[in-house]
T-cell receptor, first 109, second 115 residues
Framework: DAKTTQPTSMDCAEGRAANLPCNHSTISGNEYVYWYRQIHSQGPQYIIHGLKNNETNEMASLIITEDRKSSTLILPHATLRDTAVYYC??????????FGTGTSLTVIP | DTEVTQTPKHLVMGMTNKKSLKCEQHMGHRAMYWYKQKAKKPPELMFVYSYEKLSINESVPSRFSPECPNSSLLNLHLHALQPEDSALYLCASAPSGTWGIREQFFGPGTRLTVL
């Protein structure tokens, strides 16, 4: 099954782009990549998902490599409110999914 | 109404108590989920209801008993819990009745302490 690997923590200066990487080297062809974040003391929040193509919405962009073994979540202009734990999740065939350990992003003023 | 509400926000209970956690959504979502989250760990899926029927039970001990009385309401009944069950309990809902991680809306959670 496709597990994900993410750096434990990252810092980003306020106003700069935050690039959060995720490795999912065992992903299968029809398995989607999802990103959620969890701000302290809140429930997780859906950000974006993708299969093969790059995706963009009002919150973020998702870049998936051509071989689909890794992806990067981009927050184009990070603010202090973006400080959170970011989870990269692969939804396996049969709808199973597992939250990985996530990346704790700290946006610094 | 685009939110999932959970009550209570905090709960302290003894090991012999019976209590219930409540989750409600009015978005017409057809899948509802319970998760358990220990401090500094990711959420772990416990139960999934799809179209008000229990679809997934991730080998959760019987001291946790879920109930879905209608499409908007999800309960988690607690009985004879252990101190190690202390955690944040999260509820989520999703538009599709086909369960998965897709576009779930999470509530703020109930922080449970078992003494």
């Amino acid at each position: 099954d496709a597990k994900t690997t993410q750096p434990t923590s990252m810092d980003c200066a306020e106003g700069r782009a935050a690039n959060l990487p995720c490795n999912h080297s065992t992903i299968s062809g029809n398995e989607y990549v999802y990103w959620y974040r969890q701000i302290h003391s809140q429930g997780p929040q859906y950000i974006i998902h993708g299969l093969k193509n790059n995706e963009t919405n009002e919150m973020a962009s998702l870049i998936i490599t051509e071989d689909r073994k890794s992806s990067t979540l981009i927050l184009p202009h990070a603010t202090l409110r973006d400080t959170a734990v970011y989870y990269c999740i692969v939804e396996l065939t049969g709808n199973q999914f597992y939250f990985g350990t996530g990346t704790s992003l700290t946006v610094i003023p | 109404d685009t939110e999932v509400t959970q009550t209570p926000k905090h709960l302290v209970m003894g090991m012999t108590n019976k209590k219930s956690l409540k989750c409600e959504q009015h978005m017409g979502h057809r899948a509802m989920y319970w998760y358990k989250q220990k401090a500094k760990k990711p959420p772990e899926l416990m139960f999934v209801y799809s179209y008000e029927k229990l679809s997934i039970n991730e080998s959760v001990p019987s001291r946790f008993s879920p109930e879905c009385p209608n499409s908007s309401l999800l309960n988690l009944h607690l009985h004879a819990l252990q101190p190690e069950d202390s955690a944040l309990y999260l509820c989520a809902s999703a538009p599709s009745g086909t369960w998965g991680i897709r576009e779930q809306f999470f509530g703020p959670g109930t922080r449970l302490t078992v003494l």
